[in-house]
Structure formats: structure tokens, C-alpha cells
């Protein structure tokens, strides 16, 4: 079974410029996450998608952040313009609908903002 | 306070020790936890997770949670250098929601 796709694995921006990340999750997951991990953090909740609908964005930081899940299959989520703090790991996962169901993340997507 | 804490380490074992982790958490409402496993550069996977109280094993990985303490703990026996990483624990709100710990980094020595 392929696994939660992620590109691009790397990025390096300068601050106000803005970046995307794309996400592939695993075949037939309904709900979709993004994660922020910051350096020697653990994962942060950006936003939840349940097919193309949002369940939670309440961390994500509007006024530079969105995402979107078009037909409910791959995601992106957008960062403009981008700040020095939002250097950080962008996770991608995806579970089946319903609670108690495994999470599953892709590698990651490396952003540092010089 | 954070919801779910977790020492940062680094722990560092000899090879064949007994690896202890341990969080804590405050949001008693929720009763699922996990401990995923993350190696460096990779995304987290999921090692174990367990429900309410009690223990749960799983081959060398032994994971507890108890109730009254607030007190998530996992136990891995005879550890090898391929068990170096961060180990997260997390723990579940309703709608699949998790909150992570930071992370405990561990580091085994041949």
C-alpha cells in the first residue's frame, strides 16, 4: 500500500515570499491533516479535512497560511507572504473517517525562510 | 500548561538497556494515546496505542497508561541502536484530533 506522498521534499524561501506543499494521501483516506513541526517540537494541528470539507483549521494562521482539498483527495497548503518563524517540517497525514482510526504521515516537506 | 509534556532527552542507553519514556497529560476527557516513532529526516509512524488504563505489549515494546497520575509511560526491552530516535507521544481528541508531546530523543550505543 503507498503511503502518504509529500513533495517537495525541500524548500528555501526568502521572508515574504510564499511557497506551496502538495499532499497525496493514501488511497481512500477521508480525513486529511496538516502538521507544523518545529525543531526539537512535536507536531502542531494546522488543519483537518474530512473529504473536501474543513473540520478544523482553528491553529492554522489565516491571515498567511490556506489549504484546500479541491475533489478530497490531494491537498496544498499555501504560505504567504512567509516569515522566518514559519521555518518549520510540513506534515501530511491521513486516516480513515472516525476516531480511533491510525494516523498515517508522509515524510515531510522541509521549509526554511531565510 | 501544555496538554501532553515529555522530557526532550536526550536518553542515552547502551545497547540490550531497557529504554523508559514517560509524559504526562492534563486534558483527562480523552482516554486514547500513541506513541509514534520518528527517525531523523522521516515522518512520525505509529508504534503503539493503548485505551484508558493498563498496559498493552507488543513484542519488545511495552506501553502504560495510568489514570490517576496522569501518567503515559513506554518501555522498550533490549534495545537496539535501530531503536535511536524520537519517540512522541500523543494523545486523542474526539475527531481523530491528536496533541502531540514534544518528543523525547533517544540514542542507543552499540
Known sequence: ?114 | QKEVEQDPGPLSVPEGAIVSLNCTYSNSAFQYFMWYRQYSRKGPELLMYTYSSGNKEDGRFTAQVDKSSKYISLFIRDSQPSDSATYLCAQEAAGNKLTFGGGTRVLVKP
Open chain 1, 1 to 114: 500500500e503507498a503511503g502518504v506522498a509529500q513533495s517537495p521534499r525541500y524548500k528555501i524561501i526568502e521572508k515574504r515570499q510564499s511557497v506551496a506543499f502538495w499532499c497525496n494521501p493514501i488511497s481512500g483516506h477521508a480525513t486529511l491533516y496538516w502538521y507544523q513541526q518545529i525543531l526539537g517540537q512535536g507536531p502542531k494541528l494546522l488543519i483537518q479535512f474530512q473529504n473536501n470539507g474543513v473540520v478544523d483549521d482553528s491553529q492554522l494562521p489565516k491571515d498567511r497560511f490556506s489549504a484546500e482539498r479541491l475533489k478530497g483527495v490531494d491537498s496544498t497548503l499555501k504560505i504567504q507572504p512567509a516569515k522566518l518563524e514559519d521555518s518549520a517540517v510540513y506534515l501530511c497525514a491521513s486516516s480513515q473517517q472516525g476516531s480511533g482510526n491510525t494516523i498515517y504521515f508522509g515524510e515531510g516537506s522541509w521549509l526554511t525562510v531565510v
